[in-house]
């Protein structure tokens, strides 16, 4: 926490309105991932402003440790990324200088989504970048191309972000009201609160015993799915190998 944002700088106060914005811009964060399948669960919201210069920041992390993202998880990131800015406009109808970052991170993503990973809708599986991810191997017109499909991309993370928050306007309030009044919620605190609120009971806690026949079962079923024969060749499929990488 203190690598990412720095230690917390309590002498540096805000302002009653810059506080507000910058609560509802975190829960905006927090609760488009609450509302996507695909995306990791939040572990701390705080608007307390950090020595590196965040004023607030919404963390996150996987349950468990992993090496590869699919395209789902891709997209759920995108969506996060876009909450903040998403709650803004529609909370106060403008926007602030605080969701730079995030626009950045997420420029990044969806670039590389459409140039290394092969996730791209108008380009498919075509490889546009070279010499380590640093000059692009296409013309300038594909160039051109490249960025109109990543701002698509992105228009549609920030219009996904603009919907979940609309649709849950009342519950994006009442945390954002809890946030300013105690500046920092622990994950635990807010799926609680995020459930009471959408009528959701809280899910039984899993035994460490249960949670392990759980993954045995899990990585039993993945062993099967790798080393299932190619029906259309006879050949056996090759496993991805531990090397893959995504950043």
Known sequence: ??????????????????????AYHEVGHALVTAL????EPVQKITIVPRTMGALGY??????EEKFLMTKNELVAHLVTYMGGRAAEE??????????????EQATKIARAMVTQYGMSE???????????RASLNCGEETAAQIDQEVMRILKESYDEAV????????ILDKIAQHLYENETITGKEF??????????PEPEEKTDAQKAAERFQEE???SKELHKPETNQGRPSRPAGPEAEIQ
């Open 58 to 63: 919404t963390m996150q992390g996987p349950e």
């Open 1 to 22: 926490e203190v690598v990412i944002a720095g230690k917390e700088k309590k002498d540096r106060i805000m302002g009653p309105k810059e506080k507000k914005m910058v």
């Open 90 to 103: 529609i909370v106060f109808d403008s926007v602030t200088t605080g969701a730079s970052n995030d626009i």
């Open 191 to 200: 799926m609680k609160i995020f459930r009471e609120l959408k009528g959701i």
């Open 220 to 222: 039993g079923e993945l």
């Open 36 to 39: 996507q399948k695909d995306a």
């Open 163 to 170: 919907r979940l928050l609309q649709e849950n306007r009342s």
């Open 122 to 132: 108008k380009f498919g599986l075509m490889g546009l970048v070279t010499d380590g």
